[in-house]
Each structure stands twice: as structure tokens, then as C-alpha cells.
């Protein structure tokens, strides 16, 4: 089974500190490699995580504010240097257009990857290319800054003391598999007579944003959310001002929306002890978990 967790390269808002890199996520899922705003220093953060940036597949830019897409250059320029030869795909608002192109040719280099853009226009889905199903929405921030919705196929679960009673072992499982039936011990044996399906499983991705219905329905279901808390809530005053959210906010969406799992992250500088974002959060709901700078998430089935 491939490798399946989310990593945490940088966890910090818009000024970065000694201990909190600009943000940055990987997403490890599938045998692609999913990275959310590769913020100021993405490339180095790869090094000290110990993963190796060629599993970068797809790039994902919620807006165009620097924290969140400073490092979006670089890592093109270093997937170009490692030679990759499977196509990057981009993700981000169209109205950044500019900007995108801007980061992409800033400085000079042979450019040998291929990168397939795609500037998103209006909410809703954006791609479903038969590995993921990549949903978008427009936030509350001030800029056109999207959060992001992805979803893995459905699968089909065999139950193996099905299949060992039936007898039913080797290449005729696939057969079982691609067309439904097959005929096997003298009869048809169906799909569904030893097996279901299991539905894929889906991440959310929320930042910058103050809390609205969007982010809700966004999130809906997800087994995990990626969510920002850049303010306890007795900054909540700031919050509302600068169009982000509480940590205490955070929950309520991963209340509402049943979800399995919360990440805080996008944390202002101004708190070094993340713990009492973590236990504001928890008060509502309890499987909530802080980001830290190279810390691993399992996302196993």
C-alpha cells in the first residue's frame, strides 16, 4: 500500500518565527503527491522533513497573498532541476493569473517540466480525472482565496472469508472485479456477493478566511480538515478584522460539518505555546490536533 499521511512543512501566517516555517502542506495519498500554498522556504522545509520533492503531483494556491504562494517558484524551479518527467499540475484562482505567471518565470531557467495550469473561474468541481475529485470554493477574505475539497473513487472491499469459501483466489478476482460476475464451481458468481464498496475518502482545506457557509458546506463529511486558527478567541475582535478565524471558530466549522479529524494551523506569531489553541478547540471538538513544523498526520483507510 503506498504511503498515505499529511505533513506539515510550515504551520505559521504571515510572518514566520524561529520555530514556525511559512505554511506549507503534503499531502501523501495514492501515489501522488499533493501540496497546499508552498509558502517562503517550502523547498528547504522538504530537506528537513526528508522527502523528496519529486513527489509533488499537484500544487494547489488558495490565493495569491505571500505566505501562501512565495514558494511556488522555487519548487517549480527545483522539480525542473530534479528532472521530473510526470506533469505538475497547478490549481488556483484565476483572477491571480498574473501573479502565477510572475512566480512561475521570476527568475531565469530552462524550464523541461510540464506544468498543466488550471485557473479555476467559478466555484463547484474543477476536475475529476478518475484518481481525484477536486472540488473548490470561494472564501471570506477580502481577495478571491479558494478552499479546496478533494475526494479519492470509491473502491471495491473484498471479504476475504467470501472469496475462501467460494474458492476464489488469483486473476479471476480481477476478472470478478472489471465485469460484475463470473462464472466459477458450476454457477455466476456476483460482485456483490463478497464484496462492497468502499467510499473514498476526502480532505478539506480551509485557510484565510473568516468563518461563512462556504467553509461549511466545503468540509462537509471530510475525514480530515486542514483549518486556520490564527487567533484564540479572545482576539476574536482581530479576527473579524483581517478576515481570518479563531481556533475556537475552526471547531464550530468541524462541528457542523462532521468531520472526523481537525488540524489548526495558519498561526500568528503572537502565540508561541500552540497548546492553548489546541485546548480551545477541543472544548468543542475533540479530536482537534495543532500543526507543528514537520509533523506527520497519519490519513490511513
Not at 20 to 30: D, E, K
Not at 125 to 134: M, N, P, Q, S
Not at 208 to 221: M, Q
Request: charged content about 25%; hydrophobic content about 40%; some cysteine.
Amino acid at each position: 500500500m503506498s504511503t498515505r499521511d499529511i505533513i506539515i512543512l510550515g504551520c505559521s501566517s504571515q510572518q514566520p518565527t524561529r520555530f514556525r516555517n511559512h505554511g506549507a502542506y503534503l499531502v501523501r495519498w495514492n501515489d501522488e503527491g499533493l501540496l497546499f500554498d508552498p509558502g517562503e522556504g517550502t523547498q528547504r522545509q522538504f530537506i528537513f522533513a526528508d522527502v523528496a520533492p519529486p513527489v509533488v503531483t499537484r500544487i494547489f494556491i488558495s490565493h495569491f497573498h505571500g505566505d501562501h504562494c512565495l514558494g511556488l517558484g522555487s519548487m517549480l524551479m527545483r522539480l525542473n532541476l530534479d528532472k521530473v518527467t510526470h506533469p505538475i499540475h497547478c490549481y488556483y484562482p484565476a483572477s491571480g493569473q498574473k501573479y502565477f505567471e510572475r512566480l512561475r518565470y521570476c527568475c531565469i531557467y530552462k524550464e523541461n517540466i510540464t506544468v498543466v495550469e488550471h485557473p479555476v473561474h467559478k466555484p463547484g468541481l474543477v476536475e475529476d480525472d478518475g484518481k481525484f475529485r477536486i472540488e473548490a470554493a470561494f472564501l471570506d477574505h477580502g481577495v478571491q482565496n479558494i478552499g479546496w475539497k478533494i475526494t479519492e473513487p470509491d473502491t471495491v472491499k473484498f471479504h476475504k472469508e467470501e472469496l475462501k469459501k467460494l474458492q476464489l483466489d488469483g486473476p479471476i478476482i480481477r476478472q470478478l472485479e472489471q465485469t460484475g460476475r463470473v462464472e466459477h464451481g458450476g454457477r455466476w458468481v456476483l460482485l456483490e456477493e463478497v464484496s462492497h464498496m468502499r467510499s473514498g475518502d476526502t480532505l478539506a482545506y480551509v485557510v484565510d478566511t473568516r468563518p461563512c457557509s462556504a467553509a461549511v458546506d466545503l468540509a462537509r463529511g471530510a475525514k480530515v480538515l486542514i483549518c486556520e486558527s490564527t487567533y484564540l478567541d479572545e482576539d476574536r475582535a482581530l479576527a473579524h478584522e483581517y478576515r481570518h478565524m479563531t481556533a475556537k471558530q475552526a471547531a464550530e466549522i468541524a462541528r457542523e460539518a462532521g468531520v472526523k479529524m481537525l488540524i489548526l494551523t495558519h498561526f500568528s506569531a503572537r502565540y508561541r505555546d500552540l497548546e492553548v489553541l489546541e485546548n480551545e478547540a477541543r472544548a468543542i471538538f475533540p479530536n482537534t490536533f495543532v500543526a507543528e513544523d514537520l509533523k506527520r498526520f497519519a490519513f490511513a483507510r
